[in-house]
Structure formats: C-alpha cells, structure tokens
C-alpha cells in the first residue's frame, strides 16, 4: 500500500496529529509484512518535521516514536523475508 505525505506538513504538527494519521491508514490483518513494513517506514516520515525541530516541544518523544516505528518496520521486513 503506497503512502503519500499528509498535508499535515503545512502546520505544526504533534504527535496527535501523526498517531491519528497513523491510525486512519494501518494496515488490515492480512497485510502482508511489505505493507506493515511501509506503514511503519510512513510513520518515520511523519515524524521527521518534528525529530528534526529540537526546538519542538515533542522533539524527544517524537524520535523515540521514530526508533520504535524504525526497528518495527525492519522487524517485519526480515519476518517477511523468512515466510
């Protein structure tokens, strides 16, 4: 399932914004481990506005999100391998 860019970009975005977004589009329960893996990767880049403003006040919760989203979307693209 391909992702594009919300247009949340154009705000300030928080965590909120990107967990409902998250949310909206998770995959079914027959996705296969490709389609969760991309979901996961889409969170990362919905995160990037905010991992890369320090200033933001949701920076360090933001890349922790972004390191678990990370980690999970290379935990199933090697499960998927092995299937």
Partial sequence: MP???NPLAATRL???DVVT?????CPSMTATADEVAAWF???VTLLRP???DRAHPEHDEACELAAK???DARAARTNGATR
């Fill in 3 to 5: 992702f594009t860019i």
């Fill in 14 to 16: 928080s965590l909120r």
């Fill in 21 to 25: 977004t998250m949310s909206e589009r």
């Fill in 41 to 43: 990767a889409y969170g």
């Fill in 50 to 52: 905010i991992t890369r």
């Fill in 69 to 71: 989203y990370s980690a």
